[in-house]
């Protein structure tokens, strides 16, 4: 489903953010990505999502070799992925609703699906009552429930999670990784990116950890070495 070889990415001539990184997530795995800050986690995501193009090696998705796609079918690619971010980047003039639908309307989708589609993907995430508050009206873990709902609208193969939790407390948090175990259950690869110990260890999924921009463990099941 993915696969990194010989991934290195630099910025300017001394940061070398990914280090000659190999990695391989099969189809329907659960996988945490842990490490340090500054050793290249988000960078392996941004890679992922072809926004950070390589100095060396290739992304593969799906079979696709991200550093050869031509710019006219990146949209195709993305669509393959969705993403949720630490910060939600949820558009805080627009409802729930609007939000998940906002994605799909950008791709052209048809309203009647989109009608059909946003209030199911709403129900899936628990925030069918809330479906017409702004952001500012939910709490973080809402917000950040909101972004998994529009994370889906494409029924992505792979969701990617850059520290989703970062912005919850111990509550809302498990929650959001209920949500990702659920969406895992359902056949979509998940990459967790995460700082968080006790969620990592309480997980039992597989545990890469990242240093100095290349793997340094990787264990089936396994627990949070820093
Ligand atoms: N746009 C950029 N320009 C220059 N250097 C960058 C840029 N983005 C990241 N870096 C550097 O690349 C390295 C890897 O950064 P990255 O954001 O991937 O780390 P991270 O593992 O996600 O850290 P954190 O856990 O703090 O989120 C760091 O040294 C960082 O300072
Ligand atoms: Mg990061």
Redesign the pocket.
């Known amino acids: 489903m993915i696969k990194f070889i010989n991934a290195t990415k630099k910025?300017?001539r001394k940061?070398v953010?990914l280090d000659n990184l190999n990695l391989h997530i099969r189809p329907g795995e659960f996988v945490s990505v842990v490490?340090?800050?500054?050793?290249?986690?988000?960078?392996?995501v941004k890679a992922l999502i072809g926004e950070e193009c390589l100095d060396k090696g290739q992304v593969m998705v799906g079979g696709w070799d991200i550093t050869r796609v031509r710019q006219s079918e990146v949209h195709i690619l993305r669509k393959q992925i969705g993403v949720i971010f630490q910060d939600f980047k949820l558009l805080p003039n627009k409802t729930l609703y609007e939000n998940v639908a906002f994605a799909m309307e950008v791709c052209g989708k048809k309203s009647s699906k989109i009608r059909d589609i946003v209030p199911q993907l709403l129900k899936i995430v628990g925030l069918q009552n809330k479906v017409n508050r702004y952001p500012h009206e939910v709490s973080g873990g809402e917000k950040q429930r909101a972004g998994i709902a529009r994370s889906l609208v494409h029924q992505p193969k792979i969701l990617l999670a850059d520290?989703p939790t970062g912005n919850l407390d111990s509550i809302n948090a498990d929650e959001i990784i209920e949500l990702l175990l659920k969406i895992n259950k359902f056949g979509t690869t998940v990459v967790l990116?995460t700082?968080n110990r006790e969620i990592v260890n309480r997980l039992r999924k597989r545990v890469v950890t990242?240093e100095n921009?290349t793997v340094a463990h990787d264990q089936v099941v396994g627990k949070y070495v820093l």
């Open positions: 910025y300017g940061v953010a490490g340090r800050s500054g050793t290249g986690k988000t960078t392996l520290e990116v700082h990242i921009g």
